[in-house]
């Protein structure tokens, strides 16, 4: 795979490589990860750096009671088990990427930031990753009237040229993707379990092999199927798209969880179809600010419009532009951005000067919020030297 020295250090520290967890020292979560790899950048060290016989020394400044040196070192000491796991997704034809590659996908980083996957595994075209387009999403028990409205809303996405984004799971999202490459379009899907297996699958093969699929997981690619991984993967599906359709939510499940922390956190505008099944949660999410999509949309739209207080007209499936709503985005806070930021940037004493460099920030918008945090008691002065820690 040609893996670099950082990209190796990131999988020793934050990847499983074998689905039977007998490991002691478990691997660093997303955010676990993120404290620890902006600690190393503030050391002006690479992950890398990590990979010579004696990490011990370059950790002696590290301190925190739930990543323990200890659990570090047992972590970067799994190479042996790192080679061997990535000759085995190499034959698969699996690649992996980190965050500090090129090709991880953008939008991951600048929504998620330090709650972006450290790893991506992966088969397929890479470039998808960075096309957005629409995710698609809804009910692994889907009735037929949905099936036919995702395959037909899909064909409309590939038609338009619009990367259809859905989970790959049986159901509406399995339905989103075939019916989009089956048209010639794109897809891209992200997986909760079994990537290994998906490589091979008859399903993916014509996809995969055209270049207008990708698969990824954020999990150990031979992972079987958990609740947890499946929660976890639905901000992913959202923050790879650019707008969502939600075509079935139940009252409980993944597909209500996801759509409720899409809509809550703003990832992307998103769209719920309309229907009369009194176990389907759609109408509440509009309740909660997604919006109706009653009967047509252009595709490019969808990206568009957010809180819809029209319901949009016309032929389902009609190529004319739909009348909409707009409404303007809410005003950014940047303070408020300032203030979650120092809560990573500044849990060990840090200078104004690395502040500075790593927010981007000129020395007086710097001063003034760096006293504003101190007065508001999200931050204080050190008196050794001029530093700055978070109580």
Same mark, same amino acid.
């Given at each position: 795979?040609?893996?670099?020295?950082?990209?190796?250090?990131?999988?020793?520290?934050? *990847?499983?490589?074998?689905?039977?967890?007998?490991?002691?020292?478990?691997?660093?979560?997303?955010?676990?990860?993120?404290?620890? $790899?902006?600690?190393?950048?503030?050391?002006?060290? &690479?992950? +890398? +750096?990590?990979?010579?016989?004696?990490?011990? /020394?370059?950790?002696?400044?590290?301190?925190?009671?739930?990543?323990?040196?200890?659990?570090?070192?047992? @972590?970067?000491?799994?190479?042996?088990?790192?080679?061997? /796991?990535?000759?085995?997704?190499?034959?698969?034809?699996?690649?992996?990427?980190?965050?500090? #590659? $090129?090709?991880?996908?953008?939008?991951?980083?600048?929504?998620?930031?330090? #709650? *972006?996957?450290?790893?991506?595994?992966?088969? +397929?075209?890479?470039?998808?990753?960075?096309?957005?387009?629409?995710?698609?999403?809804? &009910?692994?028990?889907?009735?037929?009237?949905?099936?036919?409205?995702?395959?037909?809303?899909?064909?409309?996405?590939?038609?338009? +040229?619009? !990367?259809?984004?859905?989970?790959?799971?049986?159901?509406?999202?399995?339905?989103?993707? @075939?019916?989009?490459?089956?048209?010639?379009?794109?897809?891209?899907?992200?997986?909760? #379990?079994?990537?290994?297996? %998906?490589?091979?699958?008859?399903?993916?093969?014509?996809?995969?092999?055209?270049?207008?699929?990708?698969?990824?997981?954020?999990?150990?690619?031979?992972?079987?199927?958990?609740? %947890? !991984? %499946?929660?976890?993967?639905?901000?992913?599906?959202?923050?790879?798209?650019? *707008?969502?359709?939600?075509?079935?939510?139940?009252?409980?499940?993944?597909?209500?969880?996801? /759509?409720?922390?899409?809509?809550?956190?703003?990832?992307?505008?998103?769209?719920?179809?309309?229907?009369?099944?009194?176990?389907?949660?759609?109408?509440?999410?509009?309740?909660?600010?997604?919006?109706?999509?009653?009967?047509?949309?252009?595709?490019?739209?969808?990206?568009?419009?957010? !809180?819809?207080?029209?319901?949009?007209? *016309? #032929?389902?499936?009609?190529?004319?532009?739909?009348? &909409?709503?707009?409404?303007?985005?809410?005003?950014?806070?940047?303070?408020?951005?300032?203030?979650?930021?120092?809560?990573?940037? %500044?849990?060990?004493?840090?200078?104004?000067?690395?502040?500075?460099?790593?927010?981007?920030?000129?020395?007086?918008?710097?001063?003034?919020?760096?006293?504003?945090?101190?007065?508001? !008691?999200?931050?204080?002065?050190?008196?050794?030297?001029? @530093?700055?820690?978070?109580?």
């Amino acid at each position: 795979m040609n893996l670099t020295a950082s990209a190796q250090a990131t999988l020793l520290l934050t *990847s499983y490589f074998s689905s039977v967890k007998t490991n002691e020292h478990k691997p660093l979560t997303n955010a676990e990860w993120g404290k620890f $790899a902006l600690w190393l950048k503030h050391q002006r060290l &690479s992950p +890398g +750096g990590l990979l010579v016989p004696e990490p011990q /020394a370059l950790l002696s400044g590290w301190s925190d009671p739930r990543i323990s040196t200890e659990r570090l070192l047992a @972590l970067l000491e799994r190479g042996h088990s790192l080679a061997l /796991a990535v000759e085995k997704w190499q034959r698969a034809g699996l690649w992996v990427i980190t965050r500090a #590659d $090129a090709e991880y996908p953008q939008r991951l980083k600048d929504i998620l930031r330090n #709650d *972006s996957p450290a790893v991506l595994f992966g088969c +397929g075209n890479k470039a998808l990753l960075q096309s957005g387009g629409t995710a698609i999403v809804g &009910s692994r028990n889907a009735v037929e009237d949905d099936l036919h409205f995702t395959a037909q809303l899909a064909k409309k996405l590939a038609d338009h +040229g619009v !990367n259809v984004v859905s989970g790959g799971a049986r159901g509406i999202d399995e339905c989103a993707m @075939l019916s989009s490459l089956n048209a010639g379009g794109t897809a891209t899907g992200v997986l909760t #379990d079994s990537l290994l297996k %998906a490589t091979t699958s008859v399903k993916w093969r014509n996809g995969l092999a055209s270049g207008n699929l990708v698969l990824i997981s954020p999990f150990y690619p031979e992972a079987g199927f958990s609740v %947890a !991984n %499946a929660m976890a993967r639905n901000k992913y599906v959202y923050c790879l798209a650019e *707008s969502a359709v939600v075509i079935h939510a139940g009252k409980k499940g993944g597909t209500i969880t996801g /759509a409720l922390e899409a809509v809550k956190h703003q990832w992307v505008p998103v769209w719920v179809k309309p229907n009369q099944d009194e176990n389907s949660a759609n109408e509440m999410l509009v309740q909660k600010g997604a919006g109706l999509l009653a009967e047509s949309v252009d595709p490019h739209q969808l990206k568009r419009f957010r !809180n819809m207080d029209a319901q949009l007209q *016309s #032929d389902l499936f009609s190529l004319q532009e739909a009348p &909409s709503v707009y409404q303007a985005p809410a005003r950014v806070d940047f303070y408020q951005l300032f203030l979650e930021e120092i809560q990573y940037l %500044a849990v060990q004493p840090v200078s104004k000067e690395v502040l500075a460099e790593i927010l981007c920030l000129v020395p007086a918008q710097l001063d003034l919020w760096l006293s504003r945090a101190i007065k508001d !008691n999200r931050l204080r002065q050190l008196s050794d030297a001029g @530093l700055y820690q978070i109580p």
